[in-house]
């Protein structure tokens, strides 16, 4: 997997570019007629045979007998290269549906056009192929992560798609419009911990941008304490990461004796990053074992996580979704909104279980367009309830029958319903920490 220098990370600020122009030859021809109404004009003489001639294009001048004038140093030379034109405008006109008007016009498409002669080693206007095209599945692709390289995530997209070309960036947000704007062709992005839980911020950008979920991969955490060469854990006075992590690792660090002060940043490569650039001695950081390797650190502690089943889950997101399947295991994920209190929340999620669907996954979310939904009783007064989004996971896919007639059921009791993706299960055998 090759990433970039983590200088090159996008931010949301440059998210945005100019496109190239694209270019706009432009296409000269004349025809035999004026050009023998020219010579004709010049030698005061005429040849009427010539005046029947249909209209060709200029060809190169690296390959004609014309001078800069368009007329050849002879008559004999002229007629020649006109025949030669000649020659290639019949062999064209064979391949082409003709009017039979008087004036031979060709009909190409049921449109009027003129019979030219293909001019060759002119650029070719970009198609949408060009600027992004389809990749298969592991192929050279773009795939965009947050963070810098070394961070989990960038080891996701190394899972997901091997050999692919890793794009860091700075928020979650920025990875998602990479992928809409065409500058990234994925994005791999964390949903869930085993430990730590839901990670909010994406599902909630799942439901602002139109990206669909085409995958799914499951990573094992491993944790390492990293410091400056030469550095002891005598001198360690703080640790800095992700909020996560040091959760992921407080009884360890305890158990260390590094009862120091702990600071969180936004991913854990750039704690290591930020160490190594500022050449902190008294500072350590909770990372991964590659990122000790690209920031020239050194392994404090390996495995220090106080869990060994600790494994985060990653969702790989396209602009256009894939084709559900029957002959694998797939997951479905929906998000749905409901306006009749609790009792709908049942019926919806009976719908699943008369037809034996697993779920796997339910989680809610603040409905941010309405918060909260007042009711008003006249006996007892007026209540406030809060207005939830639902995300759910299932194991079934959208070419199952199943599926269909489930998320038809579901959709009689809600007011808002929307597949985010349904895409292969992660079936990869999990192995527990290197430690173990």
């Known amino acids: 997997m090759q990433s970039l220098a983590p200088s090159s990370t996008i931010s949301i600020k440059s998210i945005m570019r100019t496109p190239s122009p694209l270019p706009n030859p432009h296409r000269l021809a004349f025809t035999v007629q004026s050009a023998a109404s020219r010579f004709d004009s010049a030698s005061n003489t005429t040849n009427p045979a010539v005046s029947a001639a249909v209209p060709v294009p200029v060809p190169a001048p690296s390959?004609?007998?014309?001078?800069?004038g368009g007329v050849g140093k002879s008559r004999a030379d002229w007629q020649s290269s006109c025949a030669i034109l000649a020659s290639k405008v019949v062999s064209q006109q064979q391949n082409t549906e003709k009017?039979?008007?008087?004036?031979?016009?060709?009909?190409?498409?049921?449109?009027?056009?003129?019979?030219?002669?293909?001019?060759?080693?002119?650029?070719?206007?970009?198609?949408i192929t060009d600027l992004s095209p389809a990749p298969m599945h592991g192929a050279q692709i773009r795939v965009a992560y947050q963070g810098v390289p070394g961070a989990y995530s960038e080891a996701a997209a190394g899972k997901a798609y091997p050999q692919c070309e890793a794009?860091?960036?700075?928020?979650?947000?920025?990875?998602?419009?990479?992928?809409?704007?065409?500058?990234?062709?994925?994005?791999?992005?964390?949903?869930?911990?085993?430990?730590?839980?839901?990670?909010?911020?994406?599902?909630?950008?799942l439901l602002r941008h139109r990206l669909h979920i085409v995958g799914e991969v499951q990573l094992p955490v491993?944790?390492?304490?990293?410091?400056?060469?030469?550095?002891r854990k005598e001198y360690i006075n703080r640790v800095i990461s992700h909020p996560q992590a040091l959760a992921q690792c407080e009884l360890t660090l305890t158990k260390l004796g590094l009862n120091v002060t702990r600071e969180a940043v936004d991913d854990t490569a750039g704690a290591a990053e930020f160490v190594a650039a500022n050449n902190l001695r008294d500072t350590a950081a909770i990372a991964s074992a590659r990122a000790a390797d690209l920031y020239n650190l050194n392994i404090l502690a390996d495995g220090i996580q106080d869990d060994s089943s600790n494994i985060t889950r990653f969702v790989m997101l396209a602009r256009e979704?894939?084709?559900?399947?029957?002959?694998?295991?797939?997951?479905?994920?929906i998000v749905f909104a409901h306006d009749k209190g609790t009792s709908v929340l049942f019926k919806v999620l009976s719908a699943f279980a008369f037809r034996n669907i697993s779920l796997t996954k339910i989680e809610s979310r603040p409905h941010?367009?309405?918060?909260?939904?007042?009711?008003?009783?006249a006996n007892v007064g007026t209540a406030k309830h809060f207005e939830y989004m639902f995300y759910v996971d299932f194991e079934a896919s959208m070419a199952d029958v199943r599926a269909q007639n489930a998320l038809a059921e579901?959709?009689?009791?809600?007011?808002?319903?929307?597949?985010?993706?349904?895409?292969?299960?992660?079936?990869?055998?999990?192995?527990?920490?290197?430690?173990d």
């Open 63 to 68: 390959t004609n007998n014309f001078t800069s």
């Open 99 to 127: 009017t039979g008007g008087a004036d031979n016009i060709t009909v190409v498409n049921g449109h009027k056009t003129l019979d030219l002669v293909p001019i060759d080693n002119l650029p070719k206007p970009l198609t």
């Open 167 to 205: 794009i860091p960036c700075d928020q979650f947000e920025v990875a998602f419009q990479a992928v809409e704007l065409w500058i990234a062709d994925r994005a791999v992005l964390p949903v869930e911990n085993s430990l730590g839980g839901s990670i909010h911020r994406n599902y909630d950008l």
């Open 222 to 231: 491993h944790h390492c304490l990293l410091a400056l060469p030469g550095v």
């Open 321 to 333: 979704p894939i084709i559900p399947r029957n002959d694998r295991p797939f997951k479905t994920s």
């Open 368 to 377: 941010r367009n309405r918060p909260i939904r007042l009711v008003d009783d």
């Open 410 to 435: 579901v959709q009689e009791f809600t007011s808002f319903l929307r597949v985010l993706g349904s895409y292969p299960m992660d079936m990869t055998p999990w192995s527990p920490s290197r430690e």
